[in-house]
């Protein structure tokens, strides 16, 4: 009789083979990194840079190549292959002449299901692990050819910056952003592109977010929102001016019950504007004051965390109004200002240095749709607190998206409409735009 073998006998052998190149493989690759050190001159305690500092000892004793380095290093290979697949795409539609319209798509609904929050807070765990000193220019130059950062702007040395979340939401050299002084403009408070702007016409504020899609402001805000609404039937006439600076009752009746107006179907108040700016992975991502102005209120809404960029704009519903962001609201010279800085995927993580003690993209947290979100109101009276123009207010610690909601100076046409603003636009829409520029202009009343 003929012995019989199992059939796996094979496959372990195979298997055997392939676990010896796989020790064979790291051992070559550790002496390939050990080789490398002993030959590169260590960083002294004092060289390396205060900011940053080091893993490795002024002995330049070897160490292997942490798991996170790599992984880094290979998630920017495969957003870097995906953005340029997508913007090629994008790009021969335009050339076409096609508008991209709103369609919701697998994808979209299979993103609904996956805990990009848990997701998000790992990675933002990963891209805070520090590198070594000696890896950091490698690692943060593979950033910026892959996302067109400008490192010449960066107000450290590369070896200074620890981590690549510390790299990601750097500060720039003194000057590099100019703050346009006019006093009868708003600037930009992000880098970032244009993609959408306009004066808030239509009732109950509604902002398209795509062709095919709109949101409206207030659920963008919050129902507690400070915008200057007017109840459907009534004359705006009848309204008192938000920007009179003699008389803030409408301010005072916001704050102090400002459910009373939730009932009420209302639309918004002539001469109020916005913009949305989507800042890309390679842009700068610290937020700054487009104006002067006073910081009321402050909600965190602690939403889904759904990536932010064009493709994602066109097939999920709501997109902002579904994503955690923080927004501030107050007043400015010209009446009602809100900024909202919405989170995307990963990380999720938004900063303000006027209430450091905030934290977003939290653990356990409930994520019911009927949540309210959590408000600080900063000073009851109505003076707040005062943001300078071009000052930082925060910083987003992965690409994201700003929407700003304005009022600014309204003139009446003859026929007693209000068709006719002296505040005018100066950019356009897919525009790129850095933190300081004019948004837009008004002339003297």
């Known amino acids: 009789m003929k012995p019989r073998f199992p059939q796996n006998v094979f496959l372990f052998g195979r298997y055997s083979y392939v676990r010896r190149f796989h020790q064979s493989s790291r051992r070559n690759l550790s002496s390939f990194i050990n080789h490398i050190r002993s030959n590169r001159r260590p960083f002294s305690s004092t060289g390396g840079g205060s900011g940053g500092g080091g893993t490795g000892d002024s002995n330049g ?16 290979g495969a957003l870097h292959g995906r953005r340029l697949y997508e913007d090629k795409k994008i790009e021969e539609k335009r050339e076409r002449g096609i508008e991209l319209e709103f369609h919701q798509d697998v994808k979209a609904s299979f993103l609904g299901i996956l805990p990009l929050r848990s997701i998000s807070r790992a990675w933002g765990s990963l891209t805070s692990v520090e590198i070594p000193v000696w890896m950091r220019p490698f690692v943060y130059k593979a950033w910026s050819r892959a996302f067109h950062s400008n490192l010449e702007e960066a107000a450290l040395p590369l070896e200074e910056y620890a981590s690549l979340r510390d790299f990601f939401v750097r500060s720039l050299k003194e000057g590099c952003r100019p703050v346009d002084t ?29 062709k095919g ?60 504007y916005y913009c949305v700016i989507y800042l890309k992975p390679g842009d700068y991502h610290r937020i700054h004051s487009p104006a002067d102005w006073n910081a009321l209120v402050r909600r965190h809404f602690a939403g889904r965390l759904f990536p932010v960029n064009e493709r994602a704009t066109r097939t999920i519903k709501n997109l902002y109004v579904e994503n955690e962001r923080v927004v501030l609201e107050g007043v400015w010279k010209q009446g009602f200002m809100a900024l ?66 304005f009022q600014a100076p309204t003139a009446n046409s003859p026929d007693g409409s209000s068709s006719s603003s002296d505040y005018r636009f100066c950019v356009k829409q897919g525009e790129r735009v850095r933190v300081g520029q004019a948004l837009g202009r008004w002339k003297e009343g």
């Open 61 to 76: 004793n070897a160490f292997l190549l942490p798991g996170a380095t790599v992984a880094t290093i290979l998630m920017l």
């Open 213 to 272: 899609h709109s949101y409206s402001v207030p659920a963008l805000l919050g129902t507690n929102s400070l915008l200057p609404m007017v109840p459907q039937g009534k004359d705006e006439s009848e309204e008192e001016a938000v920007g009179d600076k003699g008389d803030k009752s409408w301010l005072r009746v916001s704050l102090a019950s400002p459910k009373l107006r939730e009932s009420i179907s209302a639309s918004p108040m002539k001469g109020l």
């Open 182 to 210: 006019d006093p009868r403009c708003l600037v930009s408070p992000v880098d970032g592109t244009v993609l959408r702007f306009g004066e808030l016409k239509e009732s109950r504020g509604m902002i398209e977010q795509v």
């Open 340 to 405: 909202a800085a919405v989170g995307a995927t990963n990380i999720g993580s938004i900063e303000l240095f006027i209430e450091p003690e905030l934290r977003t993209n939290k653990p356990k947290k409930k994520l019911f749709p009927t949540e309210p979100p959590e408000e600080r109101v900063y000073d009851p009276q109505g003076h707040g607190v005062k943001l300078e123009k071009g000052k930082e207010v925060g910083v987003f610690n992965m690409g994201s998206t700003v929407v700003l909601v």
